[in-house]
């Protein structure tokens, strides 16, 4: 079975989010059980130099545009046995960064199409197209409306992944006849039509031949008011070829025996090796150093969604605790000066990091004992899946991926690996995270338990690879 992973970024040439995780870890899990799963992608300008130098030129050709015609480059590179093939065009994508520009309409709709045309020039027939977000929205739109009779597209069926409800891609209405050049049949509630706008968002869940996203909680969620993003009717009415399967993590790029990143390695079998990179961490961030302290970790985007404003109400009743809380992230201002002040006024109790560093995330994984992810909505969430890999607890609220991946201890059966709290209400985070630290001042032999469970959960990317297998053959692939 071919498969072609049509991003808007990926690991390791631009990351910006969990995105560019999935669309390098899932093709190579794919790969693996012997799908040959291939990535397509801008060539950005921040793809670092060396990369550059090692992709091959295999052709090139026009992308029609409206009145435009734009030249697109063809580049091939294998990494880490992915092929992976980079669409050039310097005035779009010689830029810093990936997104936020006035013009990204232009740019991706130029990609969505350039994906689909360099079917014609790369030597590779996929069975599926599988797009991810509203950045590759648009392919499933034109295989059904420009390329329904073209002999190398007309069995190519497509998958649309949500990732983030939230970023729908919703543009002027003179897309439709300007980029995609299409008339305003488009132009329906039931079509295109968003407000007064376009949404290639709803292009991909409309034209394409199923819809995912990456928890099956959040499959249901975003059938609601509260998370659908305006869109609950729309995916409740197309909810017949929707489903969640969660995402994973590479068990080889995150791997606590193996790391080079933190002090020391370890496994679950050697769980007291996590006090030993406790202690470096506190040493390397000035905080006191106490293996018996426990520590709280948070890697993150510092913003509402991550339940940032349920975390600073309670703050300083969280420090009063005896606990050390270790912080890494950047995001909103009123969230990084909040958290520079705790720093200051509790020099002792908390580090802020506003910064992003991988090597410190890493650290912070294997040092920490709990992770707090009390987020507002979380699709999926790769922060608690590190943070099991690791054996950090995650006290995470219930919702999203969140919801499908952390099981809430049970005092009376020690079952379970992380904490868990229902509602978005800082007190009622505050009452778990009290809770988790009692258990590991008094319940050290369940809490140490709990560790184990944690890093023995299986959140790899095998089983999902097969769902999305089994999915891929539902639309007419075949292996």
Known sequence: ????????????????????????ALPRALRRLGIDARVIMPKYGDIKYEYSLMMKHIGHFNVQLGWRNQYCGVEYLEYDGIPFYFIDNEYYFKRGGAYGYSDDDERFVFFSRAVVEAINYIDFIPDVIHCNDWHTGAVPLLLKSTYSNSPNHKDIKSIFTIHNLRYQGVFDKKILWDLLGLDDY?????????????????????????????????????????????????????????????????????????????YRNYDANNIEAKKENKMALQRELNLPVNPDIPMIGMVTRLTKQKGLDLIA????????????????????????????????????????????????????????????????????????????????????????????????????????????????????????????VTVYYNQKDAF???????????????????LYIELYNSIGGTV
């Open 313 to 436: 109400q309670v703050m300083q009743e969280i420090l009063e605790m005896d606990v050390q809380f270790v912080l890494l992230g950047t995001g909103d201002y009123i969230y990084e000066e909040a958290f520079k002040y705790f720093s200051r006024v509790f020099p002792s109790k908390i580090s802020s990091n506003i910064r992003f560093s991988e090597e410190l995330s890493r650290r912070i994984y294997a040092s920490s004992d709990l992770f707090l992810m009390p987020s507002l909505f979380e699709p999926c969430g790769i922060g608690q899946l590190l943070a099991l890999r690791y054996g950090s607890l995650p006290i995470v609220r219930e919702t999203g991926g969140l919801k499908d991946t952390v099981k809430p201890y049970n005092e009376y059966t020690g079952e379970g690996n992380g904490f868990s709290f229902a509602n978005y209400n800082a007190y009622e985070m505050l009452n778990i995270i009290r809770y988790a």
């Open 186 to 262: 488009y132009y329906t509630d039931d079509r295109l039509k968003y407000y007064d706008g376009v949404s290639l968002m709803k292009a991909g869940i409309i034209y394409s031949d199923k819809v995912t996203t990456v928890s099956n909680t959040y499959a249901e969620e975003i059938k609601t008011p509260f998370y659908g993003e305006g869109l609950q009717g729309l995916l409740s009415a197309h909810s017949y070829k929707l489903l969640g399967i969660v995402n994973g993590i590479d068990y080889e790029v995150y791997n606590p025996l193996t790391d080079k990143y933190i």
């Open 1 to 24: 079975m071919n498969i072609l992973f049509a991003t808007s970024e990926s690991y390791p040439f631009l990351k910006t989010g969990g995105l560019a995780d999935v669309a390098y």
């Open 448 to 466: 140490d338990n709990l560790v184990v469970n944690a890093m023995k959960s299986d959140n790899s990317w095998d089983e999902s690879a097969k």
